[in-house]
């Protein structure tokens, strides 16, 4: 496997040689196709992944069956990590929502990583600190915001994330069936469907297969608020 992403990501960009093959013996490479999980809720597991390519969506069942989406992750981006830390199951289920290419970290190796180079531990809390927030105000907005609110706000974040400039907008080619981020707002498909049918009508974005375009950013950051 290339090394050079994960030696260049955030977490890793200050350890030295002898850090980073540490963290990267026993490195396993993983392939996964749309739909395919690597691991699902409850199970025990003593790897953190490290996201090369694709996207991973972070699901949680809800008691009557349902599934509710607690992030979508791209490029970059560590998931697995929490029994680290926390020793538990896992908190989620982790599904490619594309073609996806993850590097599996054993947690231990990550563990001794920490002890030679305690700056990867700073790097790690801000990860975690960036992740409460989210948390957090995805939760005030379940409270305070309607579902157009919701879904505007969850456009304009996946489009910071995977936006890219378009002729006529921000092409955010999230790779979610409009279920899927049904699950990540909150609500039904069907009141996620009138927002967007909504949105398209006034001309602020267009839908694509398992994409939108963003034509007026404006609109949509004043409908989030
Ligand atoms: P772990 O519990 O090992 O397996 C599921 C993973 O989902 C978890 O580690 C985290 O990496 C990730 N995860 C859990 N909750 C959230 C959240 N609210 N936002 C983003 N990622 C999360």
């Given at each position: 496997?290339?090394?050079?992403?994960?030696?260049?990501?955030?977490?890793?960009a200050?350890?030295?040689?002898?850090?980073?093959?540490?963290?990267?013996?026993?490195?396993?490479?993983?392939?996964?196709?749309?739909?395919?999980?690597?691991?699902?809720?409850?199970?025990?597991?003593?790897?953190?992944?490290?996201?090369?390519?694709g996207?991973?969506?972070?699901?949680?069942?809800?008691p009557?069956?349902?599934?509710?989406?607690?992030?979508?992750?791209?490029?970059?981006?560590?998931?697995?990590?929490?029994?680290?830390?926390?020793?538990?199951?896992?908190?989620?289920?982790a599904?490619?929502?594309?073609?996806?290419?993850?590097?599996?970290?054993?947690?231990e190796?990550?563990?001794?990583?920490?002890?030679?180079?305690?700056?990867?531990?700073?790097?790690?809390?801000?990860?975690?600190?960036?992740?409460?927030?989210?948390?957090?105000?995805?939760?005030?907005d379940?409270?305070?915001?309607?579902?157009?609110?919701?879904?505007?706000?969850?456009?304009?974040?996946?489009a910071?994330?995977f936006?890219?400039?378009?002729?006529?907008?921000?092409?955010?080619?999230h790779?979610?069936?409009?279920?899927?981020?049904?699950?990540?707002?909150?609500?039904s498909?069907?009141?996620?469907?009138?927002?967007?049918?909504e949105?398209?009508?006034?001309?602020?974005?267009?839908?694509?297969?398992?994409?939108?375009v963003?034509?007026?950013?404006?609109?949509?950051?004043?409908?989030?608020?």
């Amino acid at each position: 496997m290339d090394l050079d992403e994960l030696r260049r990501a955030p977490l890793f960009a200050t350890v030295d040689d002898d850090a980073f093959s540490t963290l990267t013996d026993q490195l396993t490479e993983v392939e996964l196709s749309r739909g395919k999980s690597i691991f699902h809720e409850g199970e025990e597991g003593d790897e953190l992944y490290f996201i090369t390519s694709g996207k991973i969506k972070l699901g949680r069942a809800t008691p009557d069956g349902r599934e509710n989406l607690l992030a979508v992750l791209g490029p970059g981006e560590i998931f697995g990590e929490m029994a680290l830390f926390n020793p538990a199951p896992r908190t989620a289920t982790a599904t490619a929502v594309s073609e996806t290419v993850l590097a599996g970290l054993k947690h231990e190796n990550l563990k001794k990583v920490i002890h030679q180079a305690p700056e990867v531990s700073v790097q790690l809390l801000r990860a975690l600190a960036q992740r409460l927030s989210r948390t957090n105000e995805s939760l005030a907005d379940l409270v305070f915001s309607d579902v157009p609110g919701r879904v505007a706000k969850a456009l304009l974040d996946l489009a910071d994330r995977f936006g890219r400039p378009a002729p006529d907008g921000v092409l955010v080619a999230h790779e979610l069936t409009q279920e899927e981020l049904a699950q990540l707002v909150g609500a039904s498909r069907e009141t996620v469907n009138k927002a967007l049918a909504e949105f398209v009508q006034r001309g602020w974005l267009r839908l694509e297969a398992r994409a939108v375009v963003i034509l007026d950013i404006q609109r949509i950051r004043q409908r989030s608020r």
